[in-house]
């Protein structure tokens, strides 16, 4: 029996099924979202914060009314 990708029966294998290195080089084509530059957003009230290089807007909390940041 010859299977696709390589995973062999059940998804067991030498871990050379599809999907390897799936992640890899994040940020490379996501636009200009992710760097040193940019805005945190918060999605409740609209509030924006200049992004921090080295915290994630996802550990800010809106300093309006407390609701966890996003990136614009």
């Given at each position: ?10 998804g067991q294998g030498r871990g050379m099924g599809q999907g ?23 999605p409740a009230c609209g509030n924006v914060v200049v992004h ?21």
């Amino acid at each position: 029996m010859r299977f696709r990708n390589r995973a062999g029966q059940g998804g067991q294998g030498r871990g050379m099924g599809q999907g390897l290195g799936r992640g890899q080089g994040r940020g490379q084509m996501g636009g200009n979202k992710l760097g040193p530059g940019g805005n945190c957003v918060c999605p409740a009230c609209g509030n924006v914060v200049v992004h921090e290089q080295g915290i994630s807007c996802y550990q800010i909390s809106c300093p309006k009314c407390g609701t966890k940041m996003t990136r614009a």
